[in-house]
């Protein structure tokens, strides 16, 4: 008997103008992460039908459990649409099963086959009895759910079904420009926006020699761990020390972070903009550090107009945790390599930094003339799940 994955798309149905162009973009994102595999892929407007080969089951299952968009997946038997077809198959599929319970649901979307869904239901439940030992119905609690959808040439038989990663297909809204430090909460929040359709870069702000290189490679492994979810990214490097230098030499102490934080903004709108970026993405969360009080954030954002997302800012450390256990990336991001904020933090940052003053302090030093520096010497590594990695110094200005 042929075996099918069948794929359900959830949250795209509520999309109705642009229904055609997400199930297009879907399509493509699934045929590039089964790249590789010998699989024929067919669309309709509510579902995709994968054929594949026995031996890359597991495999294909676990590159569609990567993939944002579907909503429910499973593997169903695929039988001809007659009769006699579907119940000699059903009862081929219980013989592997072991259960005492069930129950059948048929849904008929051809309506030219002759039997009435219920009825068919019953029959089919009469037959199992009939054909197994000791088994019961279970309407409630059934330990197999044996699914019967019948459409016009082919009907799909299936017990299982599994929750697909939800979200919008890779791509479908547009492109961010991602923050990305080596710690847990901003390679969450890149996922959560990747789960939102939205395509990602990611700037990376590194102080050489007051950073290291482990650190550079901690960021790179977590971007590769984001690209699965995704085709490849672009990581930028951006050369950070001289900035950070003179906001350590000019600045008073504990207005050191902030300013740091509005140089880190300023250059990433300008990367943003350059790179055909929407919006920026990070992982501030709400009241985490002194950086995150909101009037920290309202002083820091004050140096942009850009939309800047900030998918884990309501949620608590815990909860962030656990997703990052999840996606994989928790055990990188605790890798113990000093990032640019924690090198130089001071004893008490400000909490409640005042506008005018920032302005005031950032006379001090010419800090434009520095971030079209940093923008002229970025690092650019494109990064894709299977390791490659291409590095170039891109022509930012
Ligand atoms: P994370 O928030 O990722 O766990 P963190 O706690 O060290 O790392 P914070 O000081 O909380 O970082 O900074 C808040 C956000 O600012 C980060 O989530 C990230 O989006 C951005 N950010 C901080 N440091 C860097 C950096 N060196 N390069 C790029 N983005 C950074
Ligand atoms: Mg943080």
Do not use: W
């Not at 072991?98 to 009469?126: A, C, Y």
């Amino acid at each position: 008997m042929n075996r099918v994955i069948l794929i359900k798309y959830g949250e795209l149905t509520t999309k109705k103008g642009n229904r055609k162009f997400f199930i297009n973009t879907l399509y493509k994102n699934i045929l590039l992460k089964l790249q590789g595999y010998n699989v024929k892929i067919h669309k309709d407007i509510s579902r995709m039908y994968i054929e594949f080969e026995d031996k890359d089951l597991d495999k294909i299952l676990d590159r569609i459990n990567s993939i944002f968009g579907i909503h429910q997946y499973l593997v169903a038997y695929k039988v001809e649409t007659n009769e006699e077809i579907i119940k000699n198959s059903v009862l081929e599929i219980l013989k592997n099963e072991k259960f005492n319970t069930f129950k059948v649901e048929t849904k008929r979307s051809d309506k030219s086959f002759p039997i009435h869904s219920l009825d068919f239901s019953r029959q089919i439940g009469g037959l199992i009895l009939k054909n197994f030992n000791s088994k019961k119905v279970d309407v409630n609690n059934p330990e197999v759910l044996l699914n019967i959808e019948i459409r016009e040439y082919n009907t799909y038989i299936y017990i299982n079904s599994y929750k697909g990663l939800g979200g919008y297909p890779n791509s479908t809204l547009g492109k961010g420009m991602l923050m990305l430090s080596g710690g847990i909460d901003s390679p969450v929040a890149g996922f959560l926006a990747l789960k939102r359709g939205i395509k990602l870069e990611c700037i990376y702000f590194e102080a050489i020699p007051h950073t290291s290189i482990e650190a550079r490679n901690k960021v790179i492994e977590l971007t590769k761990k984001l690209s699965k979810y995704t085709d490849k990214i672009y990581l930028h490097v951006i050369p950070f020390t001289k900035i950070q230098e003179s906001i350590y030499k000019y600045i008073e102490s504990e207005y050191c972070i902030t300013i740091m934080r509005r140089m880190m903004y300023r250059i990433t709108e300008k990367l943003a903009k350059k790179r055909k970026c929407l919006i920026i993405c990070n992982g501030e969360s709400i009241g985490q550090v002194a950086s995150q009080t909101l009037t920290s954030m309202s002083v820091i954002n004050n140096v942009t107009n850009m939309p800047v997302i900030r998918p884990v800012a309501c949620l608590d450390k815990l909860e962030i945790i656990d997703i990052s256990k999840k996606i994989d990336t928790y055990e990188t991001s605790i890798l113990p390599f000093e990032d640019c904020c924690t090198i130089f933090v001071p004893k008490h940052p400000i909490i409640n930094p005042k506008l005018d003053k920032c302005i005031e302090f950032e006379k001090q030093f010419d800090y434009e003339s520095m971030i079209d520096e940093a923008l002229n010497n970025v690092l650019t590594i494109e990064i894709t799940e299977d390791n490659s990695k291409k590095e170039e110094f891109l022509d930012i200005l």
